[in-house]
T-cell receptor, first 112, second 113 residues
Framework: GEDVEQSLFLSVREGDSSVINCTYT??????LYWYKQEPGAGLQLLTY?????DMKQDQRLTVLLNKKDKHLSLRIADTQTGDSAIYFC????????????FGTGTRLLVSP | SAVISQKPSRDICQRGTSLTIQCQVDSQVTMMFWYRQQPGQSLTLIAT?????????ESGFVIDKFPISRPNLTFSTLTVSNMSPEDSSIYLC??????????FGEGSRLTVL
């Protein structure tokens, strides 16, 4: 089945850029998503990209997709302390009910 | 975007009891999904709930333990049966939006003593 991997932790200083990486195994994935989860809260959809795109920018967020390497990244510009959270990438399968397979999550810590 | 409401938001339950979680969506959706997030872990799909048919369960999840109802296009329930402490998790329902986004409810945080 699909396997989605992320690094567990990332620590940055306020004002720097953050880059969170994700790798996946299923080359037939259709949509790829980034979610943010703050402590005690549900999942907030940040952005998503279609598999036929290489890049998507949305305000401070930039998503890069390298289909050849099956690598997805989320760049947060001008990172703020309020960006501290767990970030999950998720890959939508192109089979069956097109379920989402989630990565392990990256805990982003932004220090002042 | 879809607005998803889940009830209860949290509960503390005794071992051996059952709890039903409700998921209400503000628009009609074809597919609804139930996920589980165990403490400190990522999300795992429990089942896909389509209106008018039996839910489709993922490997490791069975209907007797997690019965699901989907009576219409805006509502679904997930029951966690005969609970044990290992069932302590956040349970989340999600729906697919009109352009492929997948939205989540706030989740139901369940603690089993």
């Amino acid at each position: 089945g699909e396997d989605v991997e992320q690094s567990l932790f990332l620590s940055v200083r306020e004002g720097d850029s953050s880059v969170i990486n994700c790798t996946y195994t299923d080359s037939s994935s259709t949509y790829l998503y980034w979610y943010k989860q703050e402590p005690g809260a549900g999942l907030q959809l940040l952005t998503y990209i279609f598999s036929n795109m290489d890049m998507k920018q949305d305000q401070r967020l930039t998503v890069l997709l390298n289909k050849k390497d099956k690598h997805l990244s989320l760049r947060i510009a001008d990172t703020q302390t309020g960006d501290s959270a767990i970030y999950f990438c998720a890959v939508r399968m192109n089979t069956g009910f097109q379920k989402l397979v989630f990565g392990t999550g990256t805990r982003l810590l932004v220090s002042p | 975007s879809a607005v998803i409401s889940q009830k209860p938001s949290r509960d503390i339950c005794q071992r051996g009891t059952s709890l039903t979680i409700q998921c209400q969506v503000d628009s009609q959706v074809t597919m609804m999904f139930w996920y589980r997030q165990q403490p400190g872990q990522s999300l795992t799909l429990i089942a896909t709930a389509n209106q008018g048919s039996e839910a489709t369960y993922e490997s490791g999840f069975v209907i007797d333990k997690f019965p699901i109802s989907r009576p219409n296009l805006t509502f679904s329930t997930l029951t966690v049966s005969n609970m044990s402490p290992e069932d302590s998790s956040i349970y989340l329902c999600s729906v697919v939006g009109t352009t492929g986004e997948l939205f989540f409810g706030e989740g139901s945080r369940l603690t089993v003593l």
